[in-house]
């Protein structure tokens, strides 16, 4: 069965510092892995998708993923975190069955 | 664009009362979701559509209905509330299966 799993509930980080948010993914064929990054009261949008080809994908606001087939990870990273990224991200994977399972996803708060 | 669009955006209903929500995306999108969001939870699959005429259920379909009688158009259901349907319900649209997929702004149903 198809799952994600985002283990950070909620991150702290300072305005400036580099970010790191994990995802582990569970599929047994080749995933679609996205995520996606909704602030408060909004819909959902994408910040970047790995379909194929090269591992380290480039998405929008600065923030990149690399995706490790040996470790079934898609971990999203920004070098430099700016007040406007506070916002809540989802992890997410094509399961191929007209479906994307979510991850709980994770809260980030950026303090001045 | 108007993009994808969900009506209402807030609904407070009683134990047992009905309603619809409406979901419009001015894309051409064929495929359609309902998804409701839970605190913890992520996103989780109520219905979906692959095409005018067509629906499917997802991970959690109990106590909803839908119909996509017309290609834009995704409508969502609840024949008797209950308050464990107290959710936020995102509508999303996609070109094809594991394409990126757009949401609305989402719907804040309070069930009392």
């Known amino acids: 069965a198809q799952s994600v799993t985002q283990p950070d509930i909620h991150i702290t980080v300072s305005e400036g510092a580099s970010l790191e948010l994990r995802c582990n993914y569970s599929?047994?064929?080749?995933?679609?892995l996205f995520w996606y990054v909704q602030s408060p009261g909004q819909g959902l949008q994408l910040l970047l998708k790995?379909?194929?080809?090269?591992?380290l994908v480039q998405g929008i606001k600065g923030f990149e993923a690399e995706f490790k087939r040996s470790q079934s990870s898609f971990n999203l990273r920004k070098p430099s975190v700016h007040w406007s990224d506070a916002a809540e991200y989802f992890c997410?994977?094509?399961?191929?069955?007209?479906?994307?399972?979510f991850g709980t996803g994770t809260r980030l708060t950026v303090i001045p | 664009n108007a993009g994808v669009t969900q009506t209402p955006k807030f609904r407070v209903l009683k134990t047992g009362q009905s309603m619809t929500l409406l979901c419009a995306q001015d894309?051409?999108?064929?495929?359609m979701y309902w998804y409701r969001q839970d605190p913890g939870m992520g996103l989780r699959l109520i219905h979906y559509s692959v095409g005018e005429g067509t629906t499917a259920k997802g991970e959690v379909p109990d106590g909803y209905n839908v119909s996509r009688l017309k290609k834009q158009n995704f409508l969502l259901g609840l024949e008797s509330a209950a308050p464990s349907q107290t959710s936020v319900y995102f509508c999303a649209s996609s070109y094809t299966q594991n394409t990126e997929a757009f949401f609305g702004q989402g719907t804040r149903l309070t069930v009392v």
């Open positions: 599929y047994g064929a080749t995933p679609y």
């Open positions: 894309m051409n999108h064929e495929y």
């Open positions: 790995y379909f194929s080809g090269d591992t």
């Open positions: 997410a994977v094509g399961a191929g069955a007209n479906n994307l399972f």
